[in-house]
């Protein structure tokens, strides 16, 4: 084999994530078949520790459907909402706006309720659109990648109920690194994926399916065959996907949620997300002209978003700070693009993110932190 001209570097971004050698290596354990036997000595221990990362029990259905995070939200949207049916998407970025895309895309009656970038939901606002747009289905953002913003899955979904709308959720970027209790989430379904904070490759989207959407799913028509849960359900009680799955991720899988459950353990890899995030705000106080964009109370666990001062430009940010980190051996994240592009065209101040999700360290964080104030100090 030709040798590749690929460079090594740690990812300070938002997922896909750092991953450790020992995942590296599970990806050499044995393939299988799946529909075979040995297909339950990997999903039957794998669907096991999802439900204890979750905090849930038999009242949610983990189902592992091949694709990413937004193969799941897209099942919940064409398995969940029903023909003639409104559903309400809230937005606090870009991935909020991706579930209203999704929602739109497949022909169903959407409305974005949108916040301002860095804002969490604001439970007033909400109530007032909940009020005039009685919608069947609500959608909204665990927490919002593009900010760096979390909102509060119990309140917002305890006001979606209080409406009788069914609450969808996407926690694409938060789960595995911080507690949900999702059994007292309100959620009727929770999705996520595997690259983000349970620092696996891509390649599964997960569902969390309550009994309830499990209900209503059974009387939806035109769920499509990948977007069924209906038809995942049936396979995941069997510990089977409805399709191949990715064998060498499951592998892996099946050893880093054993790691998490059994060898971490699920509340210190919880409190080591939270420590890094106390890390960057301490960081981000000690840095003149700097600040948290996110408001306190709201930051996120997986991934801290910073205000630059003022005069400071996306090609400084994307073609000086995140270069230079690069011949240091880094991948840094110089901001949703999205969203910097939008704060410059209104004159405002821009952000770049540190993503601290999965298994790196508060050791590795500091370093990096370390490096990047160095590259910040020179704009
Ligand atoms: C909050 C959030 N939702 C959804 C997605 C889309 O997930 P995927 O890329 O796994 O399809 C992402 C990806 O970054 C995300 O951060």
């Keep these: 084999m030709s040798k590749p001209n690929f460079a090594t570097l740690k990812l300070f971004i938002t997922g896909p994530t750092y991953i450790r050698d020992e995942i590296k290596e599970a990806a050499l354990l044995p393939e299988f078949g799946h529909r075979d036997a040995e297909n339950d000595l990997r999903f039957r221990p794998i669907r096991e520790n999802l439900r204890k990362l979750a905090g849930c029990g038999d009242d949610y259905e983990p189902i592992l459907c091949l694709g ?10 064409r398995s969940l909402v029903a023909d003639g049916e409104t559903i309400l998407n809230v937005s606090v970025g870009a991935f909020g706006d991706l579930y209203y895309n999704l929602a739109a895309h497949n022909g169903k009656k959407a409305e974005n309720l949108r916040f301002d970038y860095g ?9 007032d659109k ?18 760096g913003v979390v909102n509060d899955i119990k309140a917002v979904c305890a006001l979606i109920r209080r409406y009788n709308a069914m609450p969808l959720v996407d926690g ?10 999702l059994s007292n989430s309100g959620a009727a379904m929770y999705s996520t994926a595997t690259q983000k904070a349970l620092a696996l490759p891509a390649g599964f989207g997960i569902g969390f399916v309550s009994g309830e959407a499990e209900e209503k799913a059974a009387t939806v028509t035109g769920k ?6 209906t038809k995942h359900l049936g396979r995941a009680r069997k510990n089977q996907t409805l399709t191949t799955p990715n064998c060498t991720l499951a592998n892996q899988m099946w050893r880093q949620l054993d790691y998490i ?3 971490e353990g699920v509340q210190n890899r919880f409190d080591r997300h939270s420590a890094m995030r106390s890390m960057v705000e301490e960081w981000v106080g000690g840095l003149p002209g700097f600040e948290m964009f996110a408001p306190e109370g709201y930051r996120s666990p997986t991934v801290s978003t910073v205000l630059c001062p003022e005069g400071v430009t996306v090609s400084q940010l994307k073609k000086g700070v995140k270069e230079a980190l690069r011949g240091e051996g880094y991948l840094m994240d110089p901001g949703y693009g999205k969203l910097n592009a939008a ?3 209104a004159g405002r101040r821009l952000v770049f993110r540190v993503g601290h999700m999965g298994d790196i360290t508060p050791a590795m964080l500091g370093e990096y932190l370390g490096k990047l104030e160095a590259e910040l100090n020179k704009l």
Excluded: C, Q, W, Y
């Design 343 to 345: 704060l410059e065209e």
């Design 68 to 77: 990413s995070g937004s193969t799941a939200m897209e099942a919940s949207v």
């Design 130 to 147: 909940l009020k005039e747009l009685r919608p069947d289905v609500v959608s909204f953002t665990h927490n919002e990648t593009s900010t």
């Design 224 to 229: 499509g065959h990948h977007h069924d849960i």
């Design 261 to 263: 459950v059994n060898e």
């Design 119 to 127: 804002r969490a939901i604001d439970l007033n606002v909400l109530e």
């Design 172 to 181: 694409v970027s938060i789960f595995g690194g911080a507690e949900l209790d």
